[in-house]
């Protein structure tokens, strides 16, 4: 487990530290005593940064999203956004198989709905920079008043929550085959294409996604050529 890095400022050092905890020790399993031994920092102080423990792993998934994309951004760099994005989601799907310390972060966050604390990702820029990187990209048909716009990304957000837990635990009653069906019209629509490019580009995301290697401890994302 690596140590808290020298140079960071109180709030860096507290996100810094939960992230290896939460990695090696697992998220029920880490304290704020333990955060602060490790980190160095008064329990205060993460009391008064992040207020609850839920919130700090929110803050740590927030974190995983911003690291992932730039890695994909600057991985795939001649790639269009869209198929970027589609490469983000089969990459988080392959790691959550992968990677045994990631997959059980993810299973807690999910049964305890610590990633829908909306209001501290609204306050996040830069991770809603990449939250709605495509935003641009949203044809008007999606909701031209807003309304349709708003439930079709919900819609969308808690099917990727339902996939999470699916493979997390094999969720039973969840339909791999309804919510492959539901993806597909979210995307065709949100996006204005045929189910025909939605084929095409998630099949040339797939061959690129899979020309890469991911480095991943301690939240800390980073894809190499193979």
């Not at 492959?180 to 690129?208: P, V």
């Amino acid at each position: 487990m690596a140590n808290y890095e020298n140079g960071l400022d109180t709030k860096e050092k507290i996100l810094h530290a939960a992230k290896c905890l939460f990695y090696e020790k697992g998220y029920e399993a880490t304290s704020f005593k333990d955060i602060s031994s490790f980190g160095k920092v008064n329990q205060g102080l993460i009391v008064y940064h992040y207020k609850t423990k839920a919130r700090l792993a929110n803050a740590v998934f927030r974190e995983f999203i911003k690291a992932s994309m730039q890695s994909i951004e600057k991985y795939f760099g001649g790639v269009d956004t869209l198929t970027q994005y589609f490469i983000g989601d089969y990459l988080y799907f392959r790691l959550l198989y992968d990677d045994v310390s990631f997959r059980n972060f993810m299973e807690t966050c999910c049964d305890n709905g610590m990633l829908k604390m909306k209001e501290d990702a609204a306050q996040d820029t830069v991770y809603m920079k990449y939250y709605w990187a495509l935003a641009d990209q949203i044809t008007e048909d999606a909701g031209p008043d807003g309304i349709m716009l708003e439930g079709l990304l919900t819609i969308f957000d808690g099917l990727k929550d339902n996939y999470t837990c699916y493979i997390c635990r094999n969720y039973q009653r969840f339909s791999v085959r309804e919510a492959a069906e539901t993806y597909i019209f979210l995307y065709c629509r949100l996006f204005g294409i045929s189910e025909e490019q939605y084929g095409r580009k998630m099949m040339d995301a797939q061959i690129l996604a899979n020309q890469a290697g991911i480095r991943f401890r301690d939240f800390e994302y980073e894809l190499y050529k193979k």
